[in-house]
């Protein structure tokens, strides 16, 4: 788009919702541009728990139509994305048979009680309300409970005070920022006039048009007929560009940390652990990539460029789980990565975080005479409402442009989520048919469909690069590395290491492969000797400062 284009929709920030929406507006045939002042899914959309979940939680605030969404979306999600979304069975430890119900019912009236234990009564009723709503598109089992002998047979480690379990199913998600470009790629396919750009800001609006500046490059503008504010956290800061100044945003932190830890992982089995921690705050652990991800903190905070996780939630998470599992040590070189974000969520006064809702809205700003167009901003929401949310906005932008809607994504398959094999005998079916026509090993293929999906065929044909292993990875090559460089957006080395792949966030990522993933980032993309030194030391300092990671 140089010079001064005309567009149908400027989407400005591209995280889950915005490149939700971004899909959704390009099936319609709506000519898009979306824009992020970093890389793709790199804010609060690539901090979450990684769970795709109903919101058991908001039940107790009387959340009740987000929790029917939440359901929905959440067995939409495991039918459309399923080589990235999985079931979880969730485990809830219970301490008490009747404790809760009278702050529960303060709380659902809207009270402000301070937290609470919550009882195997009270569980029991949320379950079966959670089942309730669950049961449309149902694609998992229901509830269970058992009694403190039974409970402690499947999961010794357990604090023994238990009185019961609750089991539940949820979801999980193993590449949450791939799953958001592959949403920017599957809406570039569906719409030839629309865009998209990374490390690119916004640095001016005047006379209806908006001047971007990215990274390496020229300046350009674009004239839209709307604008969609999907900047997160950033979304006041934003408007005040926009020349539509709000106060929207009352955002929290979450931190998390992975921790290395066999004996945790083999005793979860699969399962995760979503527990109440001393202070009443929901808490959960599971295993992700063979690691035990414990999350998260709930802090008022409303800085995100400079959010990270603090030692003093490092703390808060490894107290939790000591007090859960009494039986297990753990200590802080257990770490092997830390992350942290800010939930954009509405600006509230109310004194617990936990209380703040995570439901969402679209505020519309109308044009004025300043400025041409409207501007919709995208307030709260949660990771796994996006299709809806992303539905939702795609209407109300369809009635203003007085276009109507032509398909829906309700059914649509998200990236490899294409005709994916989901279970056992179609999985060796697809590799099979893949070894015939890509000629490649069976066993490589196998571990790119669990990466990519069913695009697993182009990584493994992809033909430019050497296609030997990274020094030290078990699994990454150098051609796959190099496929990703030249086809997925990549403007730095971070963006390799921490998004696109999972080579950081597994703690398997070191010094050697950082320096070989650089050479061959070098080579696709014309860097000097001096930016890729830059780029390697500028990945280190992100990583170990931020992420409390130690290269191997």
């Known amino acids: 788009m140089a010079g001064t284009g005309e567009v149908d929709v400027v989407i400005l920030g591209a995280g889950i919702n915005g490149a939700g929406l971004f899909r959704d507006l390009c099936a319609q045939g709506v000519s898009c541009l979306i824009v992020d002042k970093a890389d793709f899914g790199s804010g609060t959309s690539a901090a979450p728990s990684r769970l795709i979940h109903g919101g058991l939680k908001y039940l107790e605030t009387g959340e009740f139509g987000l929790v029917a969404q939440s359901t929905l979306e959440r067995n939409l999600l495991l039918k459309n994305a399923p080589h990235y979304v999985s079931p979880l069975p969730t485990v809830i430890p219970i301490f008490s048979w009747s404790k809760g119900m009278l702050a529960a019912l303060r709380t659902l009236f809207g009270s402000t009680s301070a937290p609470r234990s919550r009882g195997a009564i009270l569980i029991k009723i949320g379950l079966m309300i959670y089942d309730f709503y669950g ?67 916004l640095v001016k609006s005047a006379d209806g048009v908006l001047t971007f500046q990215p990274e390496n490059g020229a300046a350009f503008s674009v004239r839209p007929k709307l604008v969609v504010n999907a900047a997160g956290p950033w979304i006041d800061d934003v408007n005040e560009l926009l020349g539509a100044p ?17 004996e945790l992982v083999k005793s979860l089995a699969g399962r995760m652990l979503y527990f109440e921690a001393d202070d009443g705050r929901i808490c959960l652990i599971y295993d992700y990539l063979g690691l035990a991800l414990v999350g998260s903190t709930d802090i008022k905070a409303d800085n995100p460029d400079a ?10 998470l490894l107290d939790s789980v000591r007090t859960l599992l009494p039986g297990m040590a753990f200590e802080r070189d257990q770490i092997v990565y830390a992350y942290s974000g800010i939930r954009p969520l509405p600006a509230s006064d109310a004194s617990l975080p936990g209380l703040i809702s995570r439901d969402h809205s679209a505020p519309v700003t109308e044009p004025d005479r300043n400025r041409p167009f409207a501007v919709i901003s995208l307030v709260g929401g949660k990771w796994t409402t996006f299709r809806g949310f992303a539905e939702e ?144 030391e500028a990945a280190i300092v992100e990583l170990e400062d931020r992420n409390l990671m130690r290269l191997g």
Not at 307 to 316: A, K, S, T
């Open 393 to 536: 906005v795609a209407d109300t932008v369809l009635g203003r442009l007085q276009r109507s809607r032509k398909v829906t994504t309700q059914a649509m398959p998200i990236g490899g989520g294409r005709d994916f094999p989901t279970n056992a005998a179609a999985r060796a079916g697809w590799l099979a048919l893949a070894h015939s026509n890509t000629g490649a090993e069976e066993r490589r293929l196998d571990a790119l469909l669990s990466r990519y999906g069913t695009r697993a065929t182009q990584i493994a044909t992809h033909g430019s690069g050497d296609g030997g292993r990274l020094p030290d990875s078990e699994s990454y090559s150098k051609s796959e590395i190099d496929y990703i460089v030249r086809n997925e957006f990549v403007e730095h080395l971070a963006d390799i290491v921490m998004r696109r792949s999972t080579l950081a966030i597994s703690g398997s990522l070191t010094g050697r492969d950082l320096q070989a993933i650089a050479a061959i980032a070098g080579q696709a993309l014309g860097w000097s000797a001096g930016r890729l030194a830059r780029e390697v």
């Open 246 to 262: 709000s106060k929207m945003i009352g955002g929290t932190k979450g931190s998390h940390v992975l921790l290395k830890h066999d």
């Open 307 to 316: 959010v990270r996780c603090e030692p003093d939630e490092v703390e808060y």
């Open 135 to 201: 049961s449309r598109n149902q694609v998992m089992p229901r509830h269970r409970m058992v009694g403190r002998r039974q409970a402690l047979s499947g999961m010794p480690a357990l604090n023994p005070s238990i009185v019961a379990t609750g089991t539940y199913y949820d979801a999980k998600i193993s590449h949450p920022e791939r799953l958001v470009l592959e949403l920017i790629l599957d809406g570039r396919q569906a719409n030839a006039a629309s865009a998209s750009a990374n490390y690119t800001a």
